[in-house]
């Protein structure tokens, strides 16, 4: 059983470009989390979905971020506009249920120029 | 009421000896508290996790000991080893939303 997918694991974009991060959560996980995480700093809640459903969003900024978990294919969190402050490692987590253990990705870390 | 409060930010210790590491959080209402292992470059891997009505959970080298009155949690490692280098994160909340510490770094010397 393969584990969380993330992809790209590497990202750079110039400021004003959009960023998507992707991704797969493992297989029979319907919950997905994501969570970013800046240099020297522990783990940020962003936002929670299930399929085509976002549960939480408390932790996304209001502008320019955005999430998806389609019926069909991977996770998508999108940056509209990045700007310098956006570089950061992005987690991706999975569960099966609501009350099971969160198991993350390797990250995607954007580096915005 | 949403923090997790986790020291040491770094720790070094001899190979064998026990690092341990304090967590404190505010929300009374969190009902589990994991602890993740993380590696240069790689994500999270969960090492162990325990919820407010036991005191204490061991599994292999990795003990929690849990202080529901006080609101506070703390790793301990037996028998460390230089594999055991990483930074260590503790968590509180739902599974469904955790709230992360800031990290602790710690080094095992051999």
């Known amino acids: 059983n393969a584990g969380v997918m993330q992809n790209p694991r590497h990202l750079v974009r110039r400021r004003g470009q959009e960023a998507r991060l992707r991704c797969s959560p493992m297989?029979?996980?319907?919950?997905v989390y994501w969570y970013r995480q800046l240099p020297e700093e522990g783990l940020k809640f962003m936002v929670y979905?299930?399929?085509?459903?976002?549960?939480?969003e408390s932790g996304m900024p209001k502008e320019r971020f955005s999430a998806e978990f389609p019926k069909e294919g991977p996770s998508i969190l999108r940056i509209q506009q990045v700007v310098r402050g956006d570089s950061a490692a992005y987690f991706c987590?999975?569960?099966?249920?609501?009350?099971?253990?969160?198991?993350f990705g390797p990250g995607t870390r954007l580096l915005v120029l | 009421q949403q923090q997790v409060k986790q020291s040491p930010q770094s720790l070094i210790v001899q190979k064998g000896g026990i690092p341990i590491i304090n967590c404190a959080y505010e929300?009374?209402?969190?009902?589990?508290f994991p602890w993740y292992q993380q590696f240069p470059g790689k994500g999270p891997a969960l090492l162990i996790a325990?919820?407010?009505?036991?005191s204490e959970k061991k599994e292999g080298r990795f003990t929690i000991s849990f202080n529901k009155s006080a609101k506070q949690f703390s790793l301990h490692i037996m028998d460390s080893q230089p594999g055991d280098s990483a930074t260590y994160f503790c968590?509180?909340?739902?599974?469904?939303?955790?709230?992360f510490g800031t990290g602790t770094l710690l080094a095992v010397q051999p």
């Open positions: 987590a999975s569960s099966p249920s609501l009350q099971e253990t969160q198991y």
């Open positions: 297989k029979g996980h319907s919950h």
């Open positions: 979905l299930q399929k085509e459903n976002i549960i939480d």
């Open positions: 929300n009374t209402a969190f009902d589990y």
């Open positions: 325990i919820r407010p009505d036991v």
């Open positions: 968590g509180g909340g739902a599974t469904n939303k955790l709230i």
